[in-house]
Nanobody, 124 residues
Framework: VQLQASGGGLVQAGGSLRLSCAASGRTFGTYGMGWFRQAPGKEREFVAAIRYSGGITYAESVKGRFTISRDNAKNTVYLQMNSLKSEDTAVYYC???????????????????WGQGTQVTVSS
């Protein structure tokens, strides 16, 4: 599986962005998909995940502001980000995991494939 993330950019605080992650391969629907982010000098942190069953998990810091969704016909997962804050500034990565379960979605080691990342910068 190859992943290509896009949609990042510069936005003012309070604004919105939608990230996309396009996946190659015909088995996309069998993978759980996640979004992570990494700010300079910080560890990679979990943002959101959607399992192949459709179950969704969010980090507390983005709950109510971000929405993850997937379109299996287009082999794409999305991250709609609203009410952006300066602390959301980071490189955002999408990832795919074959055996993703609810208890493991927050761990980067649960994902076998990673996209290249897309920069999101929120100006205050």
């Amino acid at each position: 599986v190859q992943l290509q993330a896009s949609g990042g950019g510069l936005v003012q605080a309070g604004g919105s962005l939608r990230l996309s992650c396009a996946a190659s391969g015909r088995t996309f629907g069998t993978y759980g998909m996640g979004w992570f982010r990494q700010a300079p000098g910080k560890e990679r942190e979990f943002v959101a995940a959607i399992r192949y069953s459709g179950g969704i998990t969010y980090a507390e810091s983005v709950k109510g502001r971000f929405t993850i969704s997937r379109d299996n016909a287009k082999n794409t997962v999305y991250l709609q980000m609203n009410s952006l804050k300066s602390e959301d500034t980071a490189v955002y990565y999408c990832a795919a995991g074959r055996a993703l379960i609810q208890s493991s979605v927050r761990a980067p080691r649960s994902y076998e494939y990673w996209g290249q990342g897309t920069q999101v910068t929120v100006s205050s």
